[in-house]
């Protein structure tokens, strides 16, 4: 029932948050991510609160309304990542918590009930959830009141400017007079616009710089998509992994609730020590100062590809061992060690984010989490399904993590092949891009059009919603470099062509 209950509430909350994240990358570009941090907060906090009642005030399971407030927990469309330090102090702090409030409680008068059952909770057991509440309504506050917007106002700016154009260009389409063909060009647009942020992960043409080749910028764009492919699967089989570990473990070793919070601790306590003090020291000391790894901001270079291949390498090896293990002590300590796999996440994030502009940081998440929550609907429920059928039929419920290893060796492969396509060593070092877009160039022809003489209509090509945000600063200054190298002049030439022309006619 748990396993079933689980695979419910991941369809739910990835149904839900699939509908929303679209539009959740692109807004915060656009208005800050303030107001979407404060939404997550409050939204979670109002679920956890309908959780507490559901669970708390029926004496059965309600099964229906819970996975409702799982998929409302995603209505904002953000998967939260939690820092791993707080994460490992959770279990431990609801632990201590319960065993003080049991001692508290015992040392009162008590009130026995006559209809009791041996499986009811007892009152200390609900102090955990309380606690919780408290913590995410004061969470609440601070995200409110306090926490800082972190999006400038010159790129929120940018961003809504572009929203702008985008809906005039859509605004012109539904002029049409409607009609059977209409209607469906109309409902097939809705839906490719609702999955147009997927087109970034295929890195827009107007990103090309000047000075590759098309055989080199296609090598650029399947190494993107490889990188995404890696950071889907790790994060589909992590969501899964995790509902799997803990019903694996009270089947093989009986662990109880307490035995839970500490392994839980112990995993993410682990994981913390290698983001914030490994990692630091494997980054500045041993790939910069011993192998000599060069830094490069624009594409992935060899201290991204070694903290991946090791971060998924050191998974797939933990993954293999654990049906082998017989004791819980061996377990935790293979739980520890497993830790280095967290190196691999944030540095696949950090490198897919180099091909493309700050501007469109929020659109490309966009893009990365719809493929995310594609794949949470079907991976975690296929996950669980493979433990189900593992136990009742194969009788051989560590053969799950076997099947994870051996994806997570594909994954490495993947990454040989991109380190291929890059013709990546230790010994790259960044490349002098030489960017050009698609707007400048059609305001260069705009010029060159308006000086062969009088014009009487201006067609001016609008930049794709994916234009880096160098382009418009550029363009803002008054020139640009052709596709020559000449410099063009973008200001002056047109105003002065239009005072010539009293009237005119065209399309903007």
């Not at 748990?2 to 570009?29: E, Q, R, W």
């Not at 330090?85 to 508290?104: D, I, R």
């Not at 089947?251 to 839970?260: D, E, I, V």
């Amino acid at each position: 029932m748990v396993s079933h209950m689980k695979a419910c509430f991941g369809v739910a909350a990835s149904v839900i948050a699939l509908l929303v994240m679209t539009k959740v990358g692109s807004l915060s570009d656009q208005y800050g991510r303030k107001y979407f941090m404060v939404a997550v907060v409050l939204d979670i906090f109002l679920t956890r609160a309908l959780k507490y009642y559901l669970l708390s005030r029926y004496d059965h399971l309600m099964f229906k309304w819970l996975v409702f407030s799982e998929a409302l927990a995603s209505i904002t469309g953000v998967g939260i990542s939690f820092f791993y330090a707080g994460v490992s102090l959770g279990p431990v702090s609801s632990s201590f918590l319960m065993e003080f409030t049991k001692k508290f409680r015992a040392a009162r008068p008590q009130v026995i009930v006559a209809d009791a059952t041996i499986n009811a909770v007892e009152p200390y057991e609900w102090d955990p959830l309380r606690l919780e509440l408290v913590a995410f309504a004061v969470c609440s506050v601070l995200a409110i009141f306090m926490l800082p917007e972190s999006r400038p106002e010159k790129s929120r700016r940018r961003s809504r400017s572009l929203s702008v154009i985008s809906r005039t260009t859509v605004g012109a389409e539904d002029q049409k007079p409607l009609s059977l063909h209409t209607i469906t060009s109309k409902v097939v647009g809705s839906i490719t616009t609702y999955f147009s942020p997927l087109k970034l992960l295929w890195i827009p043409e107007e990103f090309k710089p000047v000075n590759y080749t098309d055989g080199r910028f296609y090598r650029e764009r399947m190494a993107v998509i490889l990188l995404t492919t890696c950071d889907c699967c790790l994060t589909c089989m992590s969501t899964g992994s995790g509902q799997v570990f803990m019903l694996y473990g009270i089947l093989k070793f009986s662990w109880s609730a307490g035995t839970l919070g500490y392994v839980l601790s112990i995993t993410f306590a682990a994981k913390a020590f290698t983001l914030i003090i490994l990692a630091p020291f494997l980054n500045h000391f041993v790939y910069h100062k011993v192998f000599h790894f060069k830094v490069m901001k624009r594409q992935l270079d060899m201290l991204d590809f070694v903290n991946i291949t090791v971060g998924l390498s050191v998974d797939a090896l933990t993954l293999f061992w654990y049906p082998f293990i017989n004791t819980t002590p061996v377990f935790l300590g293979v739980l520890g060690l497993s830790s280095f796999s967290a190196l691999a996440s944030p540095s696949l994030n950090s490198a897919i984010v180099k091909y493309y502009p700050d501007s469109q940081t929020g659109a490309l998440f966009s893009a990365i989490y719809l493929v995310k929550n594609i794949c949470n609907i079907t991976v975690p429920v296929l996950m669980l399904t493979i433990y189900n059928y593992s136990i009742t039929d194969w009788n051989n419920p560590g053969i799950l993590f076997q099947i994870m290893a051996a994806c997570l060796l594909m994954l490495v492969g993947f990454m040989f092949i991109v380190k291929r396509l890059l013709n990546l060593s230790g010994t790259s070092s960044a490349e002098v891009l030489t960017r050009t877009s698609s707007f400048s160039r059609s305001r260069s022809n705009s010029v060159a059009h308006s000086r062969s003489g009088s014009i009487s209509s201006v067609n001016v090509t609008i930049p794709a919603a994916g234009a880096s945000s160098d382009y418009f600063q550029s363009a803002d200054s008054g020139s640009r470099a052709d596709s020559e190298g000449s410099p063009q002049k973008l200001a002056n030439p047109m105003s002065n062509t239009l005072k010539k022309n009293s009237s005119f006619s065209g399309n903007v």
